[in-house]
């Protein structure tokens, strides 16, 4: 079987083939091709790739045409980024001029990339559904939820999408708790990047009380992003992104301190690791595989850094930049993070391995107070046959109200993207919690539509 990478220049991918190479055999898979619009970063990432996997039985190409790529693919991951990382910084920018949150996949942020991304990723589903009907599309770009809603909502149902934010929140529940995460079971639910686990059990017992009660449960890579106190009164424990819910204001106002936002940070690591690569080129062997692991290592210790650091920008960046030259390996083989989620995702579809697994995938009533179309992020059972969301009990008020509102914005902004709706546009960013009213949401909605032109729906 085939397995194709959409988006191939994208960071991940070096360690999204090698998961996908460590479990070639059980998921059948004989050959990979990586697929992108930019030549030269693919270029580049294909050597990345062949020094970190070397084996003639496994070919490997490289290939900008779509069609050529997707052609008797068995499934495709798809990790695009339409505009680059320069897209992604006007996203985080134009609202904090307007003082509301400047931020990759939520707010006007993340309305913006799915505006962009839709019509997008919908053109390649379509060449999928000529060249290779029967294959498994696996969405990794973002906003994920959103997209994956996109997708369906145009017809197309054989496809999944996935996060890694809850399983890490799982990670650092297990760690405070210094329970093997393998002993816990979590009752999780909520739409991508607005999350929360409900109850904990650990061999049949809820603990949840106890994981409240515990602050070293209720931090987030190391850190306090919310206060323990407030995690407590609401009987539940959020995922980061429901930070920039909880903590709005303080966050804009710590992000225009540092005068810069994630996109800038990520954009100067990425020429780094790029800049290296080109000079590198393959005269030394090995050499660009371990400069890719370094910067991998800088990216991981950077997230939420902006948001969260008192650090200013110039020493946080040559900081982690430095540290991950010495940082050791991972010790662990097994695939982690997105390439972990997707290859169990990849297992239970065709490894004839059933598995439980967080996804993004049609609700089904899973979540009784979202439409059955809609796409919910709950742990599922994930088989031959396909997903199936496990149901949740009843969503507490502290978060139905706003589940029901998100969802309506995710709603509102794929259907101004269906009929080119200047005016669904503008009432999706309206109701998002985000935007404070529709004066704004103008603004921020005619500056995207000048700064993004050459990407942007032309909205009527």
């Known amino acids: 079987m085939k397995a194709v990478i959409v988006g191939a220049a994208g960071v991940r991918t070096p360690y999204l083939i090698k998961a996908i190479w460590q479990k070639r055999q059980v998921l059948n898979v004989d050959s990979l091709t990586m697929m992108d619009i930019d030549a030269k970063r693919l270029g580049l990432l294909e050597t990345v790739v062949l020094e970190m996997i070397d084996d003639p039985e496994f070919p490997i190409t490289a290939t900008t045409d779509p069609r050529e790529a997707l052609a008797d693919a068995g499934f495709v991951i798809f990790t695009i980024r339409v505009g680059g990382m320069e897209a992604r910084a006007v996203d985080e920018q134009v609202p904090l001029k307007y003082d509301v949150l400047g931020q990759e996949t939520t707010g006007p942020g993340g309305f913006a990339m799915a505006m962009r991304t839709i019509p997008v990723i919908l053109n390649y589903m379509k060449i999928l559904e000529e060249v290779a009907p029967n294959a498994w599309a696996i969405n990794l ?65 809820d603990i949840s009380q106890e994981v409240l009660a515990n602050d070293k449960a209720l931090l987030r890579h190391g850190d306090s992003m919310l206060d323990p106190d407030f995690i407590r009164s609401i009987g539940m424990i959020p995922n980061e992104y429901l930070m920039f819910y909880y903590r709005n204001r303080s966050i804009i106002d710590r992000v225009k301190a540092n005068r810069i936002t994630r996109a800038t940070m990520i954009e100067e690591l990425n020429d780094r690791l790029f ?182 729906p032309e909205l009527k």
């Open 141 to 205: 770009t973002n906003p994920a939820g959103l997209i994956t809603q996109a997708i369906t909502a145009s017809g197309f149902k054989r496809v999944i999408g996935i996060c890694d934010t809850p399983s890490e929140l799982f990670k650092d529940v297990a760690r405070g708790m210094e329970i093997p995460l393998e002993e816990l079971w979590f009752e999780y639910f909520g739409i991508n990047h607005l999350g929360w686990i409900k109850r904990v059990l650990h061999r049949g017992r």
């Open 275 to 456: 800049v290296e690569l080109e000079r590198l080129g393959q005269a030394q062997p090995g050499a660009s595989l371990k400069v890719y692991e370094q910067y991998s290592r800088a990216r991981d210790a950077s997230y939420m850094k902006i948001e969260t650091s008192d650090l200013s920008y110039d020493n946080m960046l040559d900081a982690l930049w430095e540290e991950a030259k010495e940082a050791p390996a991972s010790a662990s083989e097994e695939p982690e993070g997105y390439a972990g989620i997707a290859l169990a995702v990849l297992e239970g579809i065709f490894g004839n391995s059933p598995q439980i697994v967080i996804v993004n995938t049609l609700n089904h009533g899973a979540v009784s107070c979202l439409d059955p179309d809609d796409v919910v992020e709950l742990p599922s059972y994930v088989d031959l046959n396909g997903v199936h969301p496990l149901a949740v009990s009843a969503i507490p008020e502290e978060s139905r109200g706003l589940l029901q509102i998100v969802k309506n914005y995710e709603r509102l902004t794929i259907q101004a993207v269906q009929e080119n709706s200047y005016q669904k546009a503008l009432q999706a960013l309206t109701v998002h919690p985000l935007v404070p009213d529709a004066e704004i949401a103008g603004k921020i909605l005619d500056d995207f539509m000048v700064q993004h032109a050459q990407h942007f």
